[in-house]
C-alpha cells in the first residue's frame, strides 16, 4: 500500500520545472514496482504467500523491495504533493482567485475519482491524500519554522513511536488499534484468487476501515502529513525554482541524508545481531519491534531525501539529464498513469482478469514492472506530442474550472484540418 501521487496539471505553464516531473515520473516507477512485485495486491495476505517462491532471482526482487522501494517512493509523491500545493495556491492568489473555494473544489473532484478507484483496488491513496489536502489548505500559513518543526516530527513517525511506547507500557502491545492480520490476510487472498466483479467492489468498499487502521497502526497517514508540510516549506523557498542557485543546499542535505542512512543501517545490523546472538523473536516482543521500527524510520527517511536530492543534482549534469528526461512524461501524466497502472496490475493478476495472482514469481513480477513502465513512458511521450494533458488530467482540469479545456496541441489541430 505505497501508492501516493501529487496530481498537478502536467503543463501549467511553459517554464515547468522538469526536475518535479522527473521525480514525480521515478516515484511511479517505484509505486508500480511495489505493487507489482507481489501481485498488485492491495491488503494484507496469509504469511506463506510472500514464501512462496525462494528462487535467487525472487530473493533479488524482494530484497530490492524492501531495502529501496519499501515506504521511500509514497513519501517522494508525498513531498512533490506539498510542494505543488504550494505552486497552485500561489496561482490563485495571483489570479486573485479564492484559494479555499477553488482549491477546495479541486480537492472534491480529486476524492470522487480516489472513492471510484478504492471500488476498484483498495490501495488508492486519493482518499488518503484528499482529507489531508483539505487539513493543509487550513494551515497553509504556517511560519516556515513551525513547518520544518513539525514536518520532521511527523517525517520521522514521532507521535506514532510515542503512542507505541505508551501502548506497550500499557497494553504489552506494539499496535495501537487491534487487527486480525491472519483473518484479514485469508480473506484478501481468496478476493483476489476467486473473486467477481462484485466480491470485490464489495470488499473494498467494507475495508475502507482497514486502511485507515492500517494508516494510523503504521503512522503513514502522519508521514504523509509531514512530507506535505516539508514540500511546501521548499515550495516557500523556492528550492527547486533554480536548482543550480541552491546547489550547495542540495549537496548539505545530500551529505547529512547519507550519513543519516549509514547510522541507521549499523544500528540496524547491531540490533539484529543482537537479537540472533539473545534469540529474540522481533515480531514477539513488542520493545525490540520497537526500536527496529524507529531506526526504520530514520533509514527510510535518509533514502527518501537522498533519492530527492541526488536525482535533482544529476539533473544538472547533462548526460543525466537526457538519460532521465523520459521520466517526466510520465510525471506530467501522473495521475493517468497512475490510474493506467491498476488497471493494468488489476487485469494481470486478479480472477476478473487473466488471474496470474500467485502464479507468477516475484522476480518475473519485476520483470513485467519493467517493461509496463516502459511502455508507460513510449505511451506518455506519444501522448504529449499532440495533447497538452493526460486524458483524466484534461477531465479533472475541465470539471474544476467548469468548462471544457483546449486539449489538441496546434500541430494536432493543423493535422486535423488538412485531413
Not at 119 to 136: C, E, K, Q, T
Not at 239 to 253: D, G, L, M, P
Not at 268 to 283: N, P, Q, S, V
Amino acid at each position: 500500500m505505497t501508492a501516493s501521487a501529487p496530481f498537478i496539471d502536467p503543463l501549467q505553464k511553459m517554464d515547468r520545472i522538469i526536475t518535479l516531473d522527473v521525480l514525480r515520473g521515478f516515484a511511479l516507477f517505484g509505486i508500480l514496482y511495489a505493487h507489482m512485485i507481489f501481485w498488485y495486491a492491495a491488503g494484507p495476505l496469509p504469511q506463506e504467500t510472500y514464501q512462496l517462491y525462494k528462487d535467487p532471482g525472487s530473493g533479488i526482487a524482494i530484497g530490492t523491495y524492501m531495502i529501496l522501494i519499501l515506504s521511500k517512493f509514497f513519501a517522494i509523491f508525498s513531498f512533490l504533493f506539498g510542494l505543488s500545493f504550494y505552486i497552485q495556491i500561489q496561482g490563485l492568489i495571483k489570479r486573485h482567485e479564492p484559494v479555499i473555494t477553488r482549491f477546495g473544489w479541486r480537492l472534491a473532484i480529486l476524492g470522487a475519482i480516489g472513492l471510484v478507484h478504492h471500488a476498484f483496488w483498495r490501495a488508492d491513496i486519493l482518499s488518503i491524500y484528499v482529507p489531508l489536502g483539505f487539513l493543509l489548505l487550513f494551515l497553509r500559513n504556517l511560519s516556515n519554522k513551525a513547518l520544518l518543526i513539525i514536518g520532521a516530527l511527523l517525517v520521522l513517525n514521532i507521535p506514532t513511536k510515542l503512542a507505541e511506547l505508551i501502548s506497550i507500557i500499557v497494553r504489552d502491545k506494539l499496535m495501537l488499534l487491534d487487527f486480525d492480520q491472519k483473518a484479514a490476510g485469508a480473506e484478501y487472498y481468496a478476493i483476489a484468487s476467486q473473486g467477481s466483479w462484485g466480491d470485490m467492489v464489495k470488499h473494498n468498499i467494507n475495508a475502507m476501515a482497514d486502511k485507515y487502521v492500517y494508516q494510523i497502526n503504521s503512522g503513514r497517514l502522519l508521514i504523509t502529513f509531514g512530507f506535505f508540510l516539508l514540500g511546501m516549506l521548499a515550495g516557500r523557498m523556492q528550492w527547486f525554482e533554480n536548482i543550480a542557485s541552491h546547489i550547495s543546499f542540495f549537496r548539505t542535505v545530500l551529505k547529512k541524508s547519507s550519513l543519516l542512512l549509514v547510522i541507521s543501517l549499523v544500528l540496524g545490523i547491531a540490533l539484529g545481531i543482537t537479537a540472533f546472538l539473545l534469540k529474540i523473536d522481533m515480531e514477539k516482543t513488542p520493545v525490540a519491534g520497537w526500536f527496529g521500527g524507529f531506526i526504520l524510520e530514520f533509514f527510510n527517511l535518509g533514502l527518501t531525501l537522498i533519492y530527492i536530492t541526488g536525482i535533482s543534482l544529476l539533473m544538472l549534469k547533462p548526460k543525466w539529464e537526457n538519460w532521465l528526461t523520459p521520466l517526466a512524461a510520465v510525471g506530467k501524466m501522473a495521475l493517468t498513469s497512475y490510474l493506467m497502472q491498476t488497471i493494468i496490475g488489476v487485469f494481470i493478476f486478479f480472477n476478473v482478469g487473466l488471474g496470474l495472482f500467485t502464479k507468477t514469481s516475484p522476480a518475473m513480477n519485476a520483470l513485467l514492472c519493467c517493461v509496463i513502465f516502459g511502455l508507460q513512458i513510449l505511451f506518455c511521450r506519444w501522448w504529449l506530442q499532440y495533447f497538452h494533458y493526460g486524458p483524466v488530467e484534461w477531465l479533472w482540469r475541465s470539471a474544476t474550472d467548469f468548462k471544457w479545456q483546449p486539449l489538441y496541441k496546434q500541430n494536432m489541430d493543423s493535422k486535423l484540418r488538412n485531413n
